[in-house]
């Protein structure tokens, strides 16, 4: 297996893109406490930037497909360094680290994100696919209600029930 894993496929990737920007550019900056600085609107502007990518990027859930996957990666990895180095070129991070933090952070979690992402988009997650694709298919209703009670308690539990009833 090679490390470090890489599960995540093009499609997991692409889920994780679209709601990166949505936060980023609806309520990030409010739960950051950043609320109307100019780091927000960075972020702001960061996210707008990667869910319009993304939406150009050819995999399963781009809308034009245009940028090979690979570059989309490329993007990614660019664009979360340039994230972090804007507050220390525009100068904000003299204002407290308010506003240098979350800069730093979303890089890191974009750069996580890569670490884990295979470049071919196919994931190499190693388990039992067939396995999980046919548990998933089962009825959940039979497997809660077949009769049988999935937990059966000891004979001291049962003692100790009896007991407090008693």
Partial sequence: MPFPPRPVDATLHGVVDYTAGATLTTVF???????????????????????????????????????????????????????????????????GSSQWVPHMALCLFELASLAITDPTGRGDYHGDIEAVRTANTEDPHRKIYDGKPAVRPTADVLANVQGAVQ
């Fill in 29 to 95: 900056p409010k739960l950051a406490g950043i609320e109307g600085t100019p780091a927000a609107r960075q972020i702001r502007t960061s996210g707008a930037i990667h869910a319009g990518y993304s939406m150009l990027t050819d995999y399963p859930l781009g809308v034009v497909r245009v940028i090979p996957f690979p570059v989309h990666l490329a993007l990614d990895a660019i664009g979360a360094v340039a994230l972090a180095a804007t507050p220390f070129i525009t100068g904000q991070y003299r204002r």
